[in-house]
């Protein structure tokens, strides 16, 4: 049996304390009136230049042509200052920054979550191709997907406080976008209302979230009877193949609907068919790399003996090669885009071009060209302390991927990466998940029982 | 030069790979096996040195990214410049991602096809090469173990019809 650490309880308590100051730094900071967002403005682009003026800097860019979901015009403010505009433009502004934290801990929420659905969606595999590699690795995964059941359920509340209007982050929420009688009425976006809708949107996410948690919950509850049952009894073992079927169809479809509703609709102009894919490969590659990072830290400290190198090896394949994959669909994306040149496409790239630059390339660099490069010689995978290294920087560059898709909808040319609440957030929700992740490690023993293959898993050798 | 060899024949691989790891602990030099597939572990019971193809292959790999960064850049935008799509053609760089589907079809290129001929002559393999396989058995249902002998044929035999061999013969190898 597995037993938390005091000091990895402490260390993840610390976070969540830090973190909430981040985030509660980020929420008093926030400008609560539009007079106050004036001025953060004002002092930001008297401080260096940038912020406001390079917003508006963009002139004729398709961006801004195609965003009138805000109901501002960068172009027309450049050239004909006159009071509407530029009245409108400083309430967009002011949303944006308001936004800021909101933002921040959705990215969080997000990536977290995402950690645990990653995991989840490959145990499942592991199910049903009747691994036998893997087996050993069942209960850390089970410790991972733990936290599935918060992540889930918080990233709920605030999919519901959006709904609310307490932040403008999913800016479709807005009523008066689909009042024919408004000035800001988007034709678009109402004609996508019978879909993008908030009691749609909830309806579908309980759905989703739903099936996921019955699907941990179950299969935990399979493995835990495996681990009791007698001698050659495959009643749970089938069961618990069964159930990870249907359980990956109804995750391909919700998972490809979720990123829709959970990322894609930040923008809500822009549209991509193989966005769930990539989301997916995110995913995935987040969660293999998450089991291993803990399935060291748990060897280092003396547990799980008969993990072998040739286990850590195989994991580390599993990174490099969705490393791989998630590049292929990120760039096919990117790719297919860029040569159309389409407006009502490139308008989030050439965005995310102009407004989120470093970010965006940064992040590319540290999920295709590290990971590539440091995990592709074969002895290297089988090195613990070559796959932590690896293994963070591709978490905080998949991290950064969460960001960019997010931040560029929901702020805009306002987006500050290294700031309290982004970090805040980011260290509330890792000490959350640590602590989640490590209390129901220690909730049943560290090896599974009952498993036909478990021989096999044990004797693994590459 | 002739020299005298041993040949002792197994007809399953388990017993072949316990035979050669018995010989390997009695210090005796194996010389090659043959067998009609590859054996799952075979070579690091032999103890053969591990493989360099992987970092051959690395290195095809970059001189097939580079050859493909100096095709894309002569063809399509130094000897005859072309617009497509709309996209500038006046550096390599505006067009990159439009290249990226070449560099990547180039490196595998370069890396599968060098790779396979590098390994085809260091295993000295070409067209028309005579089999080097002591008995046709091997490419059916016989492992043959070859050991070098010195002399001393007689313990050996001996000591490998206990490792399991069906039929162990010496002769002269050319």
């Known amino acids: 049996m597995y037993k938390f650490s005091k000091k990895l309880k402490t260390f993840s308590f610390a976070l969540m304390i830090l973190g909430a100051l981040g985030?509660?730094?980020?929420?008093?900071?926030?400008?609560?009136t539009l007079e106050e967002s004036k001025e953060i403005i004002a002092s930001q682009s008297a401080g260096h230049g940038s912020g406001h003026g390079e917003a508006t800097s963009h002139g004729e860019e398709a961006t801004h042509k195609v965003e009138s979901a805000h109901g501002d015009d960068h172009a027309k403010d450049t050239h004909a200052k006159d009071s509407h505009h530029d009245a409108s433009h400083d309430e967009h502004l002011f949303h944006q920054l308001q936004n800021r934290p909101w933002s921040a801990l959705y990215v969080a929420i997000f990536f977290f979550m995402m950690l645990s659905l990653g995991t989840l969606a490959f145990y499942a595999i592991q199910h049903v191709a009747q691994a036998g590699w893997s087996i050993v690795l069942f209960r850390v995964m089970e410790g991972i997907t733990a936290y599935l059941v918060p992540g889930t359920i918080i990233l709920f509340v605030f999919l519901a406080l959006s709904g609310m209007h307490m932040n403008h982050v999913f800016a479709w929420m807005n009523p008066e976008l689909i009042d024919p009688t408004s000035p800001k009425f988007d034709h678009l976006l109402d004609a996508k209302k019978s879909y993008l809708?908030?009691?749609?949107?909830?309806?579908?996410?309980?759905?989703?979230?739903?099936?996921?948690?019955?699907y941990r919950q179950y299969a935990r509850k399979q493995t835990l009877a495996l681990d009791n049952a007698e001698n050659g009894d495959l009643k749970h073992y089938k069961k618990l193949m069964g159930a990870s079927a249907a359980f990956l169809v109804f995750?391909?479809?919700t998972e490809s609907m979720m990123s829709w509703d959970w990322l894609m609709s930040i923008d809500h102009h822009w549209f991509s068919t193989l966005y769930g894919w990539y989301i997916f490969a995110g995913m995935i590659v987040s969660g293999i790399t998450t089991i291993a990072l803990v399935t060291i830290y748990l060897k280092s400290r003396g547990?799980?003996?008969?993990?072998?190198?040739?286990?850590?090896?195989?994991?580390?394949?599993?990174?490099?090669?969705?490393?791989?994959?998630?590049?292929?669909?990120?760039?096919?994306?990117?790719?297919?885009?860029?040569y159309a040149n389409i407006p009502e496409e490139v308008t989030y790239y050439a965005q995310r071009f102009e407004e989120i630059k470093i970010p965006f390339f940064t992040m590319v660099v540290m999920n295709f060209l590290f990971p590539i490069l440091v995990l592709m010689n074969s002895d290297y995978k089988r090195l613990p302390w070559f796959i932590v290294m690896a293994g963070i920087v591709v978490l905080i560059g998949h991290y950064i991927d969460i960001y960019v898709l997010i931040t560029p909808g929901s702020v805009g040319a306002q987006w500050k990466f290294l700031s309290p609440e982004v970090i805040g957030s980011a260290m509330f929700f890792l000490g959350l998940f640590i602590f989640v992740v490590f209390t129901a490690l220690t909730k049943a023993p560290l090896k599974v029982k009952g498993n036909p293959f478990m021989k096999e898993s044990e004797q693994f050798h590459y | 030069m002739s020299s005298k060899v041993i040949q002792a024949m197994y007809n399953d691989d388990d017993v072949l790979m316990s035979a050669v790891k018995e010989v390997r602990a009695a210090h005796v030099h194996i010389e090659e096996v043959y067998t009609p597939f590859p054996v799952h572990g075979l070579d690091k019971a032999m103890g053969l040195a591990p493989t360099r193809i992987a970092i051959t292959a690395f290195m095809y790999g970059l001189c097939g990214l580079s050859f493909a960064i100096w095709m894309t850049n002569y063809m399509m935008i130094q000897d005859w410049p072309q617009d497509i799509g709309g996209k500038p053609s006046f550096a390599w760089v505006y067009n990159?991602?439009?290249?990226?589907p070449i560099m990547f079809e180039m490196t595998v290129f370069f890396a599968a096809h060098l790779m396979v001929i590098t390994f085809y002559m260091r295993s000295r393999l070409w067209p028309f090469k005579k089999a080097e396989n002591p008995d046709p058995r091997t490419t059916d249902d016989m492992f043959v173990m070859e050991i070098p002998v010195d002399g001393n044929e007689k313990e050996l035999t001996l000591f490998l019809k206990e490792t399991g061999a069906v039929e162990i013969k010496v002769t002269e190898k050319h």
Do not use: C
């Open chain 1, 251 to 253: 995750f391909l479809i």
């Open chain 1, 23 to 32: 985030i509660a730094w980020g929420f008093m900071n926030a400008p609560s």
């Open chain 1, 303 to 338: 547990y799980l003996e008969y993990v072998n190198d040739s286990h850590l090896h195989d994991l580390a394949k599993f990174m490099f090669g969705f490393s791989v994959f998630w590049t292929y669909l990120w760039f096919s994306q990117f790719m297919l885009i860029w």
């Open chain 2, 96 to 100: 990159m991602p439009a290249f990226v």
């Open chain 1, 197 to 214: 809708n908030v009691p749609g949107l909830l309806i579908r996410s309980a759905i989703y979230i739903a099936g996921w948690i019955w």
